[in-house]
Nanobody, 125 residues
């Protein structure tokens, strides 16, 4: 069983920054496509950013240029740097993963195998 543990959420004013981090089970780290998803009240869970096993990253259009996802192999973490935050970024953020072939992506929440418990991000105007 893959364990995912997020940290770093909180409250910030519009224009501010937050950094989320997710510790991933070391024994499976290299076999996983990983990513960040979010869910706001009354809305469906959506992709924020995902990184495949080759290190290629894709972002939701709504966060391009503001968010940066990265992997730290030495620490077996997945991080999300969020800059220029907007009130519409307010949501519960989830770290997620699934075992994939080398170049496959994991942007569809319906295909995710492992989820973290979530961390709340609140952006006030």
């Amino acid at each position: 069983q893959v364990q995912l543990a997020e940290s770093g959420g909180g409250s910030v004013q519009a224009g501010g920054s937050l950094r989320l981090s997710c510790v991933v089970s070391r024994y499976m780290y290299s076999r996983l496509c990983m990513g960040w998803f979010r869910q706001a009240p009354g809305k469906e869970r959506e992709e924020v950013a995902t990184i495949n096993r080759l290190g290629s990253t894709r972002y939701a259009d709504s966060v391009k240029g503001r968010f940066t996802a990265s992997k730290n192999i030495a620490k077996n973490t997945l991080d999300l740097q969020m800059n220029s935050l907007k009130p519409e970024d307010t949501a519960m953020y989830y770290c997620a993963a699934r075992a994939t072939s080398l170049g496959a992506y994991c942007y569809d929440p319906a295909t995710i195998e492992y989820w973290g418990q979530g961390t709340q991000v609140t952006v006030s105007s």
